[in-house]
């Protein structure tokens, strides 16, 4: 009897053992490893398995937005970093994208700002010089790309006739520039982009960045109100002596809108209060703040999960 007792006892905390070793497991699917959304990528999962009880979250490299997004609509990601105009293209289903993906964005993160990046010598002074130049449009499937495209069209240069193209991430883009093997690259990222600090204090290469905020008004007719004006400070960058005139847009944090409401609400509010630990990561982290997420940030809708968040904060829509 007292044998029997044993083994059936044993057997409980087995049970129970493998029940506590159980975890809930996100993928949080980021960007190419020389931008901004795979370091704070990586630091979001930190957060999540570190203060959510029994979740196991990993940052996956990608090649950013629209990859990304595809990977949540098809339930292999769990949290996408995405520009806001791959959302929105996404959510309806147009552009790169053949179908809506059911998508509900958690988390409107910071703005980011589109780099024309060029070095001395090259003979590029403005937009129109990258005609019959070699260039850089971003990794196959990022937002970087889809942008890049756009402001190309803005100012007039086919990307498939005026230019010769690369599909190159940005810290490949680096170092193709270094090597003379292109001659500027599209990039839109977070402030400071460590692949760009890298080149700009590369000894011999002077490095140049291109305003285009004047490609904004066309952008916006022909898509939506997605694009704003912004600067890029002098002295973001090693040997960037003055302000450069660019556009950005929002990036956001997108889930599937069939995620639990309970477990958006914990990943929306674990996000806000161990944004210190975000910080500390990368400093694009403290513009994540409450009085932005209802602004008009975001183009597609918020997931139930973050809007209760939200209105536990006192945050209401404008």
């Not at 196959?140 to 498939?160: F, H, K, Q, V």
């Not at 883009?173 to 001659?183: L, Y």
């Amino acid at each position: 009897m007292r044998r029997t007792v044993l083994i059936a006892l044993a057997l409980a905390l087995t049970a129970l053992g493998a029940q506590a070793e159980e975890k809930t497991r996100l993928s949080v699917v980021t960007g190419g490893t020389g931008g901004v959304y795979y370091p704070l990528g990586g630091a979001v999962a930190n957060v999540l398995s570190k203060y959510l009880p029994g979740t196991m979250a990993t940052a996956e490299v990608t090649s950013a937005s629209i990859d990304n997004l595809k990977l949540v609509g098809a339930g292999k990601g769990d949290i996408a970093f995405s520009m806001a105009d791959s959302a929105w293209d996404g959510y309806n289903g147009t552009g790169k994208f053949h179908g809506k993906v059911p998508l509900r964005t958690l988390v409107v993160l910071y703005a980011n700002k589109t780099q024309v990046v060029t070095v001395q010598g090259k003979g590029i002074e403005k937009m129109s010089d990258l005609k019959g130049k070699r260039i850089s449009t971003g990794a196959p499937g990022s937002g970087t790309e889809l942008i890049a495209l756009r402001l190309l069209e803005a100012y007039g240069i086919d990307p498939e006739k005026d230019v010769k193209r690369e599909k190159l991430s940005v810290a490949e883009s680096v170092g193709a520039i270094k090597d003379n093997k292109i001659d500027a690259f599209i990039w839109s990222g977070g402030l400071p982009t460590a692949a760009i600090v890298d080149l700009g204090a590369t000894p011999g290469q002077k490095l140049k960045l291109l305003d285009h905020s004047d490609a904004i008004p066309s952008m916006v007719k022909k898509y939506g109100p997605l694009y704003v004006k912004d600067t890029i400070p002098a002295r973001t960058y090693p040997g960037q002596e003055k302000d450069v005139n660019i556009l950005s847009v929002w990036n956001i944090l997108a889930v599937n809108e069939k995620m639990d409401e309970k477990r958006a609400y914990a990943i929306t509010k674990t996000i806000f209060e161990k944004k210190a630990e975000l910080v500390a990561v990368h400093k694009e982290a403290q513009n994540i703040s409450l009085e932005n997420q209802l602004k008009g940030g975001s183009p597609i809708p918020f997931h139930p999960g973050a809007l209760k968040y939200f209105s536990e904060k006192g945050v209401k829509r404008h």
